[in-house]
């Protein structure tokens, strides 16, 4: 170890320093404080310093106090040498950061020992910082994976988008710690079209990951095996129903007592010409039916149990009618249970407020104004759970479709 | 500790300490009821009268234990606040797990 020797008395230095060197230490020496702070500075080898108090321009205790004081990068340990025993000295000496005191004249057997427990302390200190900066370097690669993750799960989303008479949008917003909201739609056939948002218990890769395989199964619509729709012997296929879909997926993914993974969804089927919905709801917030026509918003959330939870659940299947105009709001549970600084949940009422003021704006405009709402309640952009809603509005369906 | 339990009536109970059920609780308290169930101890009944917030990590522990029996023993669950009580609602959970006003009238059931 590099052990720095501060002593103004020529002979009383090179007789430390002898001894100290035979100990097998590397000896580096100072007449006084200001001549050891430099030596500090420039060596940053030097860990650990043996100090006289007594001493011309900058003393032991002052020279203690600037080390503590001073911004070097590593622990440097301090004994302060006494020629005094009073108490006064060694009160001093802790009080500025001393950590260990020898008495003059130096019995050298005590100071061996000395040595040896500071070497021990020096040790300990590199030890912990190289353990420190090998967590700090795991902790970023982490924290790159997470974002990157979260960008991956950004590109999965279905862009906004007017499938048939349908025009889908919505607002996604990942939180920090990656979390398992997932949303789709696709045409099934060319008067069927499929929606569903689906949360994953849980937050972090887990989650997520579990998400993505969700997505890319949902999102098979013209494979042999896709589970959203049935092969028949006509051409084209035909929508499996809603509730069927959930039962599908719950044989498929049956949580375990260790993964502890299961997911709430919501999952329907629209029929484009007619309006008519069939909807599946497995534990999932109920979805907002928006009718500006008849001022009312329904609620729909036909209950029933999260997807893996156990193997011999059942679902059942709502069916409504929309009108031209009608809106449905799908909404994660993240949107109600958002927390202001006084800890209270953005709430259920708050969200059917908004969209009761902004039914009647473009779909884009209501979407903003309920994020804008949400973010101003929060106090900021940083949310702890995802935050997701898909809007659906049903057209009047004259897009290029004669009548049948 | 954050969960204690109790010998009545022949089944155990299960209290947590925490406000919050939620993710960074979910894995010991999993682990603390496997541990129960490991010792015999699976006639359960899990008494949440001190929760005032659960999130689905939670949930799910709760569903782990029930899976851990697998059959064989029962979860109950006892004296619910509001807030999770909703979340039980709305996730349909009343359809597996049998929920009670009270510990008493759970250990009565």
């Not at chain 1, 989650?207 to 084209?236: C, H, M, P, Q, T």
Request: a negative charge; proline letters at 3%; aromatic letters at 8%.
């Amino acid at each position: 170890m590099d052990v720095l020797i501060v002593e103004d008395v020529h002979g009383q230095r090179r007789l430390l320093s002898a001894v100290v060197r035979k100990l097998g230490h590397k000896v580096h020496e100072a007449q006084d404080g200001l001549e050891a702070l430099s030596l500090l500075a420039a060596e940053p080898t030097i860990r650990l310093v043996i100090s006289d108090w007594m001493m011309p321009g900058l003393d032991g205790i002052g020279l203690c106090e600037a080390i503590r004081a001073g911004d070097f990068d590593r622990y440097i340990y301090f004994i302060l040498l006494t020629g005094k025993t009073e108490r006064s000295a060694t009160v001093q000496g802790l009080s500025v950061g001393a950590d260990d005191f020898l008495n003059k004249p130096v019995d050298f057997q005590e100071l061996e020992v000395r040595l040896k427990a500071g070497c021990r302390v020096v040790e300990l200190e590199q030890t912990l910082d190289q353990k420190n900066s090998e967590l700090q370097q795991t902790l970023d690669m982490l924290e790159d994976d997470l974002e990157s993750a979260a960008l991956t799960q950004q590109s999965l989303l279905a862009e906004p988008a007017t499938i048939q008479n349908i025009v889908f949008d919505w607002h996604f917003k990942p939180s920090k710690i990656l979390g398992g909201d997932m949303f789709g739609y696709h045409a099934i056939d060319d008067e069927n079209v499929m929606f569903y948002q689906l949360d994953v218990a849980g937050h972090g890769i887990r989650s997520a990951l579990f998400s993505f395989a969700l997505n890319n199964l949902l999102k098979d619509v013209d494979g042999a095996s896709s589970i959203v729709r049935e092969e028949g012997r006509e051409l084209s296929g035909t929508p499996v129903s809603p509730e069927q879909v959930i039962s599908r997926l719950n044989k498929r993914f049956q949580t375990t007592a260790d993964s502890m993974l299961y997911f709430t969804m919501s999952y329907g089927v629209i029929h484009t010409p007619t309006g008519r919905v069939r909807l599946c709801h497995a534990g999932h917030p109920p979805i907002l039916w928006l009718r500006p026509k008849d001022d009312t918003i329904g609620e729909l959330g036909d209950a029933g149990v999260p997807v893996g939870m156990v193997t011999n659940a059942s679902w059942c299947c709502q069916q409504i009618q929309l009108k031209p105009g009608d809106r449905l709001f799908l909404y994660s549970d993240g949107i109600t249970e958002c927390e202001n600084g006084q800890q209270q949940m953005f709430g259920e009422q708050r969200l059917k407020d908004i969209l009761k003021d902004a039914w009647q704006l473009p779909m884009t405009t209501m979407i903003g104004q309920v994020w804008n709402d949400l973010c101003q309640w929060r106090g900021s952009e940083n949310f702890d759970d995802d935050m997701t809603y898909l809007v659906m509005e049903y057209g009047d369906g004259v897009s290029g479709r004669s009548g049948g | 500790m954050a969960f204690n339990n109790r010998q009545e009536a022949g089944k155990t109970v299960v209290g947590i300490e925490d406000a919050r059920l939620d993710a960074s609780l979910s894995v010991p308290f999993r682990d603390y009821m496997f541990d129960l169930i490991a010792n015999g101890q699976n006639d359960l009944v899990i008494d949440l009268s001190m929760v005032d917030f659960m999130d689905s990590s939670g949930l799910g522990a709760i569903v782990a234990v029930f899976k851990q029996l697998n059959g064989e023993g029962s979860v109950q669950l006892a004296a619910p606040q509001k807030a999770v009580h909703d979340l039980f609602y709305l996730t349909c959970m009343d359809q597996i797990f049998k929920i009670h006003g009270s510990v008493s009238e759970a250990l009565s059931s």
